[in-house]
């Protein structure tokens, strides 16, 4: 069984950088893409970008350049970059898993609450 | 972008009743390619449907989707105590791929 779960600060201040990691268990993370998916409190889910396992990534572009990713499969994580962050980038975010027929997702991480306040 | 929009924002009915709920995109889904997902308080949401009717793996039969192009539904035939949670719709015809801001299903 696929296992995820994401590790980071829960608190950064106003114009740094958003850093998480999302850690893979239960099966490799070669061969599958990968996405990051945010919630803010009592709202609903917004689509951050995804990466495979080779490297290339794609993001949405209401966060214009602000969203950088990578992937170390030699560890079997990878990891969310979010710059120049503002309290409307509070939220839990997500990782989760494209199923393998298309882009919806089947594994999900439980999610981690960052804040962005000084 | 596709822009998904949910009716009702809540919906209250209690244990047997029938749920539908309803999804309506902005522009034609490409090959029906909507899911939907159920998210109780605290957890990630949980994929339930994925190409418009195709149930994923362990979702109970009651649980059934339907629609194309423009209007979607998710029906739930009988309410169990456990399916009271919020729904969430999802396209994934074009990048960006875009959410519904949910339906609240409650306990009558």
């Known amino acids: 069984q696929v296992q995820l779960q994401e590790s980071g600060p829960g608190l950064v201040k106003p114009s740094e950088t958003l850093s998480l990691t999302c850690t893979v268990s239960g099966g490799s993370i070669s061969s599958y893409y990968w996405s990051w998916i945010r919630q803010p409190a009592g709202k609903g889910l917004e689509w951050i970008g995804r990466?495979?396992?080779?490297?290339?990534?794609n993001h949405n572009p209401s966060l214009k350049s602000r969203v950088t990713m990578s992937v170390d499969t030699s560890k079997n994580q990878f990891s969310l970059n979010l710059s120049s962050v503002t309290a409307a980038d509070t939220a839990v975010y997500y990782c989760?898993?494209?199923?393998?027929?298309?882009?919806?997702?089947?594994?999900w991480g439980q999610g981690t609450l960052v804040t962005v306040s000084s | 972008e596709i822009v998904l929009t949910q009716s009702p924002g809540t919906l209250s009915l209690s244990p047997g009743e029938r749920a539908t709920l309803s999804c309506r995109a902005s522009q034609s889904v490409s090959s029906s390619y909507l899911a939907w997902y159920q998210q109780k308080p605290g957890q990630a949401p949980r994929l339930l449907i994925y190409g418009a009717s195709s149930r994923a793996t362990g979702i109970p039969d009651r649980f059934s989707g339907s629609g194309s192009g423009t209007d979607f539904t998710l029906t739930i035939s009988r309410l169990e105590p456990e399916d009271f949670a919020v729904y969430y719709c999802?396209?994934?015809?074009?990048?960006?791929?875009?959410f519904g801001q949910g339906t609240k299903l409650e306990t009558k």
């Open positions: 989760a898993r494209r199923s393998s027929s298309g882009w919806y997702f089947d594994y």
């Open positions: 999802q396209q994934y015809g074009s990048s960006p791929y875009t």
């Open positions: 990466i495979y396992s080779s490297g290339s990534t």
